[in-house]
């Protein structure tokens, strides 16, 4: 004989049930946030990277095309590349007069107020292939990023004085990526910062 179910029993969760289920969806959404969040500032630093990369190219360029050298100041306080006014310098003030001299890093995308800018003079002639591993091995240490000036400059033969090393990130749980000016030959590198170096064969 079949049996008919009572009118008052219930088919559903109960309130326990519900519970756990909207506690593991808040889980798996504060999760899903987190890592939309990190993804978002990792292509921020892309740009950051690039548009970066083409403003110095631009002024390895302007050395070249007008024959004069100009000079490059990295601000980590302010965060910008810029031509700087030389005040002992005046053939260095050209490049200046130009009116193409800043690029503010902090606005190249919106939303990047925490944008963490580091820059470092390395040592002079330091070739490519000792870049990522010699030369780059000892600057991820405490007192390397600071709110200093780093500068250098490209001659009208589109060599450089000295080395810079530019990191920038925006999430210290994210990605750290960098620029290296090489000296002599005025080789602008990027790449990816793991641990204490530089990895350039992964740009992007």
Excluded: H
Aim: glycine fraction near 4%; proline fraction near 4%.
């Amino acid at each position: 004989m079949k049996k008919t179910p009572k009118p008052n029993q219930a088919n559903g969760f109960s309130l326990v049930e519900l519970v756990i289920a909207m506690a593991i969806a808040g889980i798996f959404a504060g999760m899903s946030i987190v890592t939309l969040g990190r993804n978002l500032n990792n292509e921020k630093l892309k740009a950051i990277t690039r548009e970066s990369i083409a403003w110095l190219e631009n002024a390895k360029k302007i050395a070249i095309q007008n024959d004069f050298s100009c000079e490059i100041e990295i601000d980590n306080s302010s965060k910008t590349l810029s031509f700087p006014t030389s005040t002992t310098n005046a053939a260095l003030d050209q490049c200046a007069d130009l009116k193409k001299a800043s690029l503010i890093n902090t606005n190249i995308t919106s939303n990047t107020t925490n944008l963490k800018q580091c820059s470092k003079v390395l040592a002079t002639n330091v070739t490519p292939e000792e870049t990522p591993t010699t030369a780059l091995s000892s600057l991820m240490s405490s007192d390397y990023c600071n709110d200093g000036i780093s500068t250098t400059i490209f001659s009208p033969r589109g060599t450089l004085t000295n080395s810079v090393l530019i990191t920038y990130e925006i999430d210290p749980q994210g990605e750290r990526r960098c620029i290296a000016l090489v000296a002599p030959n005025s080789l602008i590198r990027s790449g990816k910062v793991k641990g204490d170096q530089c990895d350039f064969t992964t740009a992007y």
